[in-house]
């Protein structure tokens, strides 16, 4: 035999009507929940609207994609339709293989962007810390200081950068990117890093001091709190490094020091009218941004959105 354990349903009064009512019954009406017409013709608005933009994002790269794979000919006669038995053809690969240098200009991007992107990460995470944690009278000054960096592009700098790497003999190398890109990307970083920081609880700092945490260990307990921001700061920085073409025209020219937006950008210049071969170095030099931005978009996303947001 069972007993019902649900609690005893007490009656109250309902104000339309004199109906008696237990608290707990659920509404009967059927039209309650229903999404109105406004409703519902604005998220079909809103999906559109995000189809549209997604043809428009992505259609480009595919016609790029697919005319590489094709004959000239076919480029011209069909460049929105997809390689055929008849247009198919991969002599503009072969082309970029055999005659580029992108092997050492994948190499060279990828040195440059990792390297650059570490010690940003490094020294913004240092600076943000020590700017929110240690409360003295030149930490806004310094703020400041960063928010013009942000505000200044660094292009402006050029020849003042070009006059520094000669006087260091650092022109034609891949230490002079380096350094140029982790100065131009440390502004930005420290000012999203920092309000990261700002948003660590002061009691858990405060707790680890107790126990005798120095600084070094102090920080080492709050970065995991902070690892949105951290994701955020590399996917900001990796993307303009590897997608810059200005510094590597100027500091490092050489073919062996070729980046792969210089070695395309060179490619094209050279085979103007290989059109298959062409668009296969545009595909390759396209190729990891959208794997970048694939990879982390959701981390830069919601690292701004909280870093930005607070």
Same mark, same amino acid.
């Given at each position: ?76 006669n069909g460049p929105f339709l997809p390689p055929t038995a008849e ?79 000669? /006087?260091?003999?650092?022109?034609? +190398? $891949?230490? @002079? !990117?380096? &350094? #140029? ?15 990261f920081f700002r948003r660590v609880p002061m009691e858990l700092k ?70 298959? /071969?062409?668009?296969?170095?545009? +595909? $390759?030099? @396209? !190729?990891? &941004? #959208? ?20």
């Amino acid at each position: 035999m069972t007993t019902d354990t649900r609690p005893p349903r007490t009656p109250s009064r309902s104000r339309s009507g004199g109906r008696t009512r237990f608290r707990g019954d659920r509404p009967t009406g059927l039209g309650l929940n229903k999404p109105s017409r406004s409703d519902a013709g604005g998220r079909l608005f809103v999906h559109v609207a995000l189809i549209i933009f997604v043809i428009v994002a992505i259609g480009p790269i595919l016609i790029v994609v697919m005319n590489s794979l094709k004959t000239t000919p076919g480029i011209f006669n069909g460049p929105f339709l997809p390689p055929t038995a008849e247009t198919f053809n991969l002599d503009g690969w072969a082309n970029v293989f055999k005659r580029g240098n992108f092997a050492l200009n994948y190499g060279n991007s990828i040195i440059v962007t990792l390297v650059s992107t570490l010690l940003t990460l490094v020294l913004s995470t240092f600076a943000a810390f020590a700017i929110t944690e240690y409360k003295v009278k030149l930490a806004p000054v310094l703020a400041g200081f960063f928010i013009i960096g942000i505000m200044l592009p660094i292009r402006l700098g050029t020849v003042p950068i070009l006059q520094t790497m000669v /006087a260091w003999h650092l022109v034609d +190398t $891949l230490v @002079a !990117l380096i &350094l #140029v890109y982790t100065a131009m990307s440390l502004p930005l970083a420290i000012a999203l890093m920092a309000t990261f920081f700002r948003r660590v609880p002061m009691e858990l700092k405060e707790a680890a001091k107790i126990d005798g945490a120095g600084e070094l260990r102090t920080l080492s307990i709050v970065l995991p709190l902070v690892r949105p921001g951290l994701a955020a700061v590399a996917s900001v920085t990796m993307l303009p490094i590897w997608n810059d073409l200005w510094f590597p025209l100027i500091l490092a020219p050489s073919k062996e020091n070729q980046t792969v937006t210089l070695g395309v950008q060179q490619f094209v210049g050279q085979f103007q009218s290989d059109y298959p /071969a062409l668009l296969a170095a545009l +595909t $390759l030099g @396209a !190729l990891p &941004l #959208v794997i970048l931005f694939t990879v982390f978009s959701r981390n830069f996303i919601q690292g701004l959105s909280q870093g930005y947001g607070k």
